[in-house]
């Protein structure tokens, strides 16, 4: 069943643990440019080239990392992504994208992807967010057990969190911005700021935000009483986001 696992390579052996990322990719061209990408960066990588595929391996094998084209023969990268999500809130997800998309961007992050990579991709750009979801992830145990926004008592660990009587769930992702943001409260935080801090790019990287502007968009749907004017996690015009957390 785990038979077509690639072979280490020799170098890099400095690696604590090898890191296990499965790359679901239909298009042949692709699939293999990344698998020999990841394999020469020393990453133990699973592939898989249709969408049920990609969803059995993905839900049944132990990845650090899984990266999802949308367009797929028999079931596409969302419902592959809603899927894995709905099993486990913590598993990292970069979508592959198209980059003149913008749906398929916001599609993707709301349905719980951490990041994206719009194809075409160079290969730094795509290596840089694989080690920066790789050092991020297993991070956050500074985070406080339980965090205070309007009311919201937030399990940091269980992801969870109640509202009015109605449990609200959270992915890994997102409470890490939350998180960073309660521990920032007294300032706005830019979006430069939690790319760096909580996805863990480098910051001189040339990123696109809107990773940043979805997430928020999707924690203001999660605590606001209305998200359309947001009491909790304010924009601050030209400065980023603030959170307004109980003293
Ligand atoms: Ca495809």
Request: glycine share 8%; charged share 30%; proline share 2%.
């Amino acid at each position: 069943s785990e038979s077509k696992r690639t072979k280490q390579t020799g170098h890099w052996h400095l690696m604590s643990k090898q890191m296990r990322i499965l790359v679901v990719e239909d298009e042949e061209a692709i699939r293999t440019g990344l698998i020999d990408v990841l394999v020469f960066h020393g990453y133990d990588v699973d592939s898989a080239a249709t969408g049920p595929d990609g969803l059995e391996k993905a839900l049944t094998g132990k990845f650090d990392l899984i990266l999802l084209d949308i367009m797929l023969p028999g079931m596409d990268g969302y419902e592959i992504c809603n899927r894995v999500r709905t099993e486990d809130r913590n598993q990292p997800i970069i979508m592959l994208t198209a980059k003149t998309s913008d749906e398929e961007i916001v599609q993707g992050l709301k349905l719980g992807a951490d990041d994206y990579v719009p194809k075409p991709f160079s290969i730094q750009q795509l290596v840089l967010r694989v080690e920066a979801v790789l050092r991020r992830s297993g991070a956050g145990q500074e985070m406080a057990r339980t965090l205070c926004v309007g009311g919201i008592d937030i399990d940091t660990e269980n992801l969870n969190g109640c509202k009015d009587g109605t449990e609200i769930t959270f992915t890994k992702r997102e409470i890490e911005v939350l998180s960073y943001l309660a521990q920032n409260s007294d300032r706005a935080v830019s979006r430069e700021e939690l790319l760096s801090k909580v996805w863990g790019y480098a910051r001189n990287l040339d990123l696109e935000t809107r990773t940043v502007d979805i997430h928020i968009a999707k924690l203001r749907r999660k605590i606001e009483t209305d998200n359309k004017a947001p009491e909790l996690l304010i924009t601050v015009r030209g400065a980023g986001y603030r959170l307004v957390v109980e003293s």
